[in-house]
């Protein structure tokens, strides 16, 4: 079993920056990849962003291009989300994936809930107009 921890969600004004994080522990993977996903009330859970451990190209949103970064920290299994110039409709649950990786994949898969084998239990991000 594989444990995702996410913090860093909270209360920020429109234009505002967070910063979030994810930690993974246990029965971990050498080679991974990690996602993270978002859900606004009374939404379906919605792809941000995808990045693995094999140093490929990292995957994002549309609504999230430009404004929001993924990287990783391999030697310490976490992730990180930099999500700048915030909107209020970035708010949200925002959960934390993690996947064995077993070869670059595209990013209509990358997007798929299904496709990811942990989650973690999400951390709220309030953007505030």
């Known amino acids: 079993q594989v444990q995702l921890v996410e913090s860093g969600g909270g209360l920020v004004q429109a234009g505002g920056s967070l910063r979030l994080s994810c930690a993974a522990s246990g029965r971990t993977f050498s080679r991974y990849a990690m996602g993270w996903f978002r859900q606004a009330p009374g939404k379906g859970r919605a792809f941000v962003s995808y990045i693995s451990s094999s140093g490929g190209t990292p995957y994002y949103a549309d609504s999230v291009t430009g404004r929001f970064t993924i990287s990783m920290d391999n030697a310490k299994n976490t992730v990180d989300l930099q999500m700048n110039s915030l909107k209020p409709e970035d708010t949200a649950v925002y959960y934390c994936?993690?996947?064995?990786?077993?070869?670059?994949?595209?990013?209509?898969?990358?997007?798929?809930?299904?496709?990811?084998?942990?989650w973690g239990q999400g951390t709220q991000v309030t953007v505030s107009s």
């Open positions: 994936a993690y996947k064995r990786f077993f070869g670059q994949i595209t990013s209509a898969q990358a997007m798929a809930v299904m496709n990811y084998d942990y």
